[in-house]
Nanobody, 124 residues
Framework: QVQLSESGGRLVQAGGSLRVSCAAS????????MGWFRQVPGNEREFVAA????????SYADSVKGRFTISRNNAKNTVYLQMNSLKPEDTAVYYC?????????????????WGQGTQVTVSS
């Protein structure tokens, strides 16, 4: 099993920056891909970004390209999401996800492990 724990979410003004983190524990050697999703109440969970764990392969949603950057620290078993030029529509609960597959995919059903989420609120 893999456990994921997100941190760093908070209230930030529009145009500002924020970095959220996701620390993995447990059988971390089995992780092939990690990603970030977000969800607003009443909406489906939305793909944000993902990165493979062993090879440098990343993917971003069109809505965040050029503003968000996903990175990882394999030694710390941690993945980060740096968010710049934040907009009110970025407000959501941000979830970290992981899977044993190394396929970088925007499909949430392809991720086996999920964190509890961290709230990011962008004020206008």
């Amino acid at each position: 099993q893999v456990q994921l724990s997100e941190s760093g979410g908070r209230l930030v003004q529009a145009g500002g920056s924020l970095r959220v983190s996701c620390a993995a524990s447990g059988r971390t050697a089995s992780i092939g891909v990690m990603g970030w999703f977000r969800q607003v109440p009443g909406n489906e969970r939305e793909f944000v970004a993902a990165t493979s764990w062993s090879a440098f392969s990343t993917s971003y949603a069109d809505s965040v390209k050029g503003r968000f950057t996903i990175s990882r620290n394999n030694a710390k078993n941690t993945v980060y999401l740096q968010m710049n030029s934040l907009k009110p529509e970025d407000t959501a609960v941000y979830y970290c996800a992981a899977d044993r597959s190394s396929t970088v995919t925007p499909e949430p059903l392809r991720y086996r492990y999920w964190g509890q989420g961290t709230q990011v609120t962008v004020s206008s």
